[in-house]
């Protein structure tokens, strides 16, 4: 089991641009869940996605974000008109379908960069 | 809303002493604690959670309910210690899984 993937592992967006992540969960997890890591920062909880529905996006900021978890594919962090503000490391984490919050296995991160 | 406060940013030791990193919360609940740690150039790992009372790699936790504290403890510290150590907290009852972390502890075992 290759783990959590996510890529790009680095990615580097001018001021505007839009910016996609993508998290593939581990074989037979269901549950995916985005945090965000602003420098110096702990992560902070984003979004909680099962296999096409968002559950919880109580940390999602109101403009610019969203997130899927399509029934095939990766789950997809996009980032509209991204601004400086948003520099910073995304992970992504999964768990099993058994408990919704279960253990959780982190992908190594996504650094986002805007310049 | 809970909070997560690890008050040390950086903590060195020597090899052999012993670490205590702290970690406080705030929850008007039960909640489930957990200690991540993050090695050089690798993913966020599970490293402990209190419900499963274990010592790995020599660390163990206890939750102290009365203090709000779950600080993490070894009695020697070496060298393949150092790393990034985040403490996390979610809470419990129905829908509980998001974790929320305080800002990590990096600690360095000086040989």
């Known amino acids: 089991n290759a783990g959590v993937m996510q890529n790009p592992r680095h990615l580097v967006r001018r001021r505007g641009q839009e910016a996609r992540l993508r998290c593939s969960p581990m074989k037979g997890h269901s549950h995916v869940y985005w945090y965000r890591q602003l420098p110096e920062e702990g992560l902070k909880f984003m979004v909680y996605l099962q296999k096409e529905n968002i559950i919880d996006e109580s940390g999602m900021p109101k403009e610019r974000f969203s997130a899927e978890f399509p029934k095939e594919g990766p789950s997809i962090l996009r980032i509209q008109q991204v601004v400086r503000g948003d520099s910073a490391a995304y992970f992504c984490?999964?768990?099993?379908?058994?408990?919704?919050?279960?253990?959780?296995?982190f992908g190594p991160g996504t650094r986002l960069t805007v310049t | 809303a809970q909070r997560v406060t690890q008050p040390e940013k950086l903590l060195s030791v020597f090899k052999g002493a012993p670490v205590e990193l702290k970690c406080n919360y705030s929850y008007s609940g039960s909640p489930e604690l957990f200690w991540y740690v993050q090695y050089s150039r690798q993913r966020l790992q599970l490293l402990l959670r209190?419900?499963s009372r274990e010592s790995i790699k020599g660390f163990t936790a206890d939750l102290n309910k009365g203090e709000t504290s779950f600080h993490l403890k070894k009695p020697f510290a070496q060298e393949e210690d150092s790393a990034m150590y985040y403490c996390a907290l979610r809470t419990s009852g129905a829908g509980s899984y998001q974790l929320t972390f305080g800002k990590g502890t990096k600690l360095s075992v000086i040989p």
């Open positions: 209190h419900i």
């Open positions: 984490a999964s768990s099993p379908p058994s408990r919704a919050g279960g253990e959780q296995y």
